[in-house]
């Protein structure tokens, strides 16, 4: 059975066909940078040997641009895999929040839509974004089952005197209001890897995952006990272009200041974090920044790694130990120095950094803490599409 796998993030689009349920990857899809006229798409087929990878660069507009490019690579008539609409027949989509209803990967149905799309609000850089690739994947599949995996479905096992703010009990039983949390497909798949590394399927972890948005999960035993993320992904980490957490003051002054709802809505979403702290979101290019001498670059680093060491240290005490810290997703996997940054100092809690393991490359998990260390420094290279297609695979059949 041939499955797609559409993971829209808020600056990329990662997608990849299954043939399940062996979980063999036949092509993976990357198009970053959406919204600029640096986008590129690294479009790679895994049937042949050597693979055969396809790289295009140039300007994509948004998301539905990016799909209609990789529905052309898919289906080309020379390289594409897919000769006819119903070679597929699932297509598992990543749907950023789900509220309290979805627990679980779910069929898509006009009800199911209709929730996704009641959930706009709370997701705004993401959920519009999943409809649309829905819609646009059930006009190119009429025939194959639409599936939406959650990220907000791994955190719900949270307890409630973590996922309940203290502001009066009824706007959370009229309105839903409580703590929520995302990027779960992930944090559930590397903490998975991490505890077959370990042997120790009780082991208390730490999830950094660090891509455009950034979020933190402490797991015991694979459950997700707390999460920095929130009520929306703008909770938590300071991240590409959100702020993560803040006085919520700030935003009644603003108001006073004559912004309207809106506009800070922009604001703390669109123009804050690493892009309002530089002018720039983009890590590879905030690195360039400091090594030409920025130092507003530079404090932004540390702004960043600072939130992130303040996390550890409250998550090390929420779960009373600490096995492995987990570093995943692109800053997470790729930027060595920024592990090494946030690991430095924390040696209360047992955490020391090996560098001359850390700035080896591999695309394999491993540890990169120093040798005998009790707390292990884990790089794990996040699967979310795997993840997605393996329960997607496991809706529709008993494995
Ligand atoms: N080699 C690298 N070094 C540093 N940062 C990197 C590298 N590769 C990717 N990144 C960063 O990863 C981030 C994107 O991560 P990703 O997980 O793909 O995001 P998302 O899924 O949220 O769109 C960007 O900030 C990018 O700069
Ligand atoms: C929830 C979220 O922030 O996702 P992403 O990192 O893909 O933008
Ligand atoms: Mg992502």
Redesign the pocket.
């Known amino acids: 059975m041939y499955i797609l796998v559409i993971n829209a993030?808020?600056?990329?689009l990662k997608y990849q066909l299954f043939d399940m349920p062996s979980d063999k990857p036949l092509c993976t899809g990357l198009i970053?940078r959406i919204g600029t006229n640096e986008a590129l798409i690294r479009h790679k087929i895994l049937t042949t040997e050597p693979g055969l990878t396809i790289e295009r660069k140039g300007t994509i507009a948004d998301h539905a641009e990016g799909l209609e490019q990789m529905l052309q690579l898919l289906s080309d008539t020379e390289t594409g895999l897919i000769h006819s609409a119903d070679d597929i027949q699932v297509v598992g989509h990543r749907v950023v929040h789900g509220g309290e209803r979805f627990a679980k990967p779910t069929l898509i149905t006009p009800s199911v839509k209709e929730a996704i799309k009641v959930l706009f609000p709370l997701a705004p850089l993401h959920n519009p974004i999943n409809y649309q690739c829905i819609e646009i994947a059930e006009k190119t599949f009429p025939r194959a089952k639409q599936i939406a995996v959650f990220d907000t479905a791994f955190h719900q096992t949270l307890p409630a005197y973590a996922f309940r703010y203290a502001i009066p009990d009824t706007l959370y039983v009229h309105e839903g209001i409580r703590v929520y949390g995302f990027h779960g497909t992930s944090h559930k798949y590397v903490c998975g890897k991490a505890m077959t590394w370990l042997q120790k399927p009780d082991a208390k972890l730490i999830s950094i995952h660090l891509?455009?948005?950034c979020s933190m999960t402490a797991v015991r035993a694979g459950q997700s006990i707390d999460t920095s993320m929130g009520f929306s992904p703008l909770a938590g980490l300071v991240m590409?272009t959100r702020s993560g957490d803040i006085d919520p003051a700030i935003i009644f002054h603003l108001i006073s200041l004559g912004y309207s709802t809106d506009d800070v809505n922009t604001l703390l979403n669109k123009q804050s974090g690493m892009q309002g702290l530089t002018g720039l979101?983009?890590?590879?290019d905030i690195?360039k920044a400091v090594a030409a001498g920025n130092r507003s670059a530079e404090l932004a680093l540390e702004i960043y790694a600072y939130r992130i060491r303040k996390y550890i240290g409250a998550y090390a005490a929420v779960l009373n130990g600490l096995d492995a810290l987990i570093f995943t997703?692109?800053?997470g996997e790729?930027?060595s120095a920024m592990r090494e940054r946030i690991c430095s100092a924390l040696d209360v809690l047992n955490i020391h950094l090996d560098s001359s393991k850390n700035s080896a490359h591999s695309s394999e998990i491993r540890d990169v803490s120093r040798d005998q260390a009790t707390v292990k420094i884990l790089v794990i290279p996040t699967n979310e599409e795997l993840e997605i297609a393996v329960q997607s695979y496991e809706l529709l059949h008993e494995r």
């Open positions: 993030g808020s600056s990329s970053e891509g455009n948005g590409g979101s983009d890590m590879r690195g997703a692109g800053v790729n930027d």
